[in-house]
């Protein structure tokens, strides 16, 4: 009985078609490259969207009231994970050059895109509470309310962390003298 409902949920959403369309895929993508998941990773994360959703109907659960919001919330908490266990890969790198001589450091090549560089480098450095309300802002142009409600907390909270990691990205861009 158990196994039968478990291919009932799967099955049902399979045949109605990919739980995502292409407009809420390119969201997805959107939020999960500004979020800072490099581009050999967004097929993985849309298909982790992709998966939580099914998950989601498989379990009986209703659907989201407004799947793409949902769906950029999902991807906004990947690329925060993303960070995290970046974050930690680099410390262990860290610890483990600190135990041999240091190498020549190649210099940087050209910067082509100078503004967009110092834009993802800002981003990289906000907190993660910040840059995720950012991202779902002004990227997958959510309002403060949807956010609000997607992540559980009150508006002014999205509202003050939105005004926080503008101000900081702002300061970062003219400190950089890129604008």
Same mark, same amino acid.
């Given at each position: &009985?158990?196994?039968?409902?478990?291919?009932?949920?799967?099955?049902?959403?399979? !045949?109605?078609? =990919?739980?995502?369309?292409? %407009? /809420? +895929?390119?969201?997805?993508?959107?939020?999960?490259?500004?979020?800072?998941?490099? /581009? !050999? =990773?967004?097929?993985? $994360?849309?298909?982790?969207?992709?998966? @939580?959703? #099914?998950?989601?109907?498989?379990?009986? @659960?209703? !659907?989201?009231?407004?799947?793409?919001?949902? *769906?950029?919330?999902? *991807?906004?908490?990947?690329? &925060? =994970?993303?960070?995290?266990?970046?974050?930690?890969?680099?410390?262990? $790198?860290?610890?483990?050059?600190? #135990?041999?001589?240091?190498?020549?450091?190649?210099?940087?090549? +050209?910067?082509?895109?100078?503004?967009?560089? !110092?834009?993802?480098? $800002?981003?990289?450095?906000?907190?993660?509470?910040?840059?995720?309300?950012?991202?779902? @802002?002004?990227?997958?142009?959510?309002?403060?309310?949807?956010?609000? +409600?997607? #992540?559980?907390?009150?508006?002014?909270?999205?509202?003050?962390?939105?005004?926080?990691?503008?101000? %900081?990205?702002? %300061?970062?861009?003219?400190? =950089?003298?890129?604008?």
């Amino acid at each position: &009985m158990l196994r039968r409902r478990a291919r009932r949920g799967p099955q049902a959403y399979a !045949a109605a078609g =990919d739980p995502l369309d292409a %407009a /809420q +895929e390119r969201r997805v993508r959107a939020v999960l490259a500004l979020g800072g998941v490099p /581009q !050999a =990773d967004l097929p993985d $994360g849309v298909q982790q969207v992709r998966l @939580r959703l #099914l998950e989601r109907a498989a379990s009986g @659960r209703e !659907a989201p009231r407004d799947v793409s919001a949902w *769906a950029a919330v999902v *991807a906004s908490n990947l690329a &925060m =994970d993303w960070h995290r266990a970046k974050r930690r890969q680099e410390r262990l $790198g860290e610890r483990l050059a600190a #135990l041999r001589p240091p190498d020549h450091v190649p210099g940087e090549g +050209e910067d082509t895109r100078l503004l967009s560089l !110092a834009v993802a480098q $800002g981003l990289d450095e906000l907190p993660d509470v910040q840059r995720q309300v950012l991202v779902l @802002r002004f990227y997958a142009d959510l309002p403060v309310r949807s956010i609000a +409600e997607e #992540l559980g907390v009150p508006e002014g909270t999205v509202k003050s962390r939105l005004h926080t990691a503008v101000r %900081a990205l702002r %300061a970062r861009l003219h400190e =950089d003298e890129v604008v």
